[in-house]
């Protein structure tokens, strides 16, 4: 089964930068929206910052001017450029793709990858 795979996550001081990416873990034929979400311990899950096939971004009020979400159509990939990052950042950071086409006969939607920890220290 195709998954969602992330990496980039990790430990970095405030005030620094980290760049997360996401990609199938298998061959895949297109992919529609894909987005990044985080999940702070005890809070909800929120939307940090989307993109279309067609490049139009969205992104959450507390990261716009610091976070940069693009992607690689031809690769099938995203990724999470994270700027002068804040203690208040921290969280577990989710890959998630709206509709994945997988084959001709098979689509798949809300699509998830396991999550990569992202640590900003003060």
């Known amino acids: 089964q195709v998954q969602l795979v992330e990496s980039g996550g990790g430990l970095v001081q405030a005030g620094g930068s980290l760049k997360l990416s996401c990609a199938p873990s298998g061959s895949i034929l297109d992919i529609n929206t894909m987005a990044w979400y985080r999940q702070a311990p005890g809070k909800a899950r929120e939307l940090v910052a989307s993109?279309?096939?067609?490049?139009?971004?969205n992104y959450a009020d507390s990261v716009k001017g610091r976070f940069t979400i693009s992607r690689d159509n031809a690769k099938k990939t995203a990724s999470l450029q994270m700027n002068s990052l804040k203690p208040e950042d921290t969280a577990v950071y989710y890959c998630n793709a709206d509709q994945i086409l997988i084959t001709a006969q098979q689509a798949a939607f809300d699509y998830w990858g396991q999550g990569t920890q992202v640590t900003v220290s003060s």
């Open positions: 993109i279309t096939s067609g490049g139009t971004t």
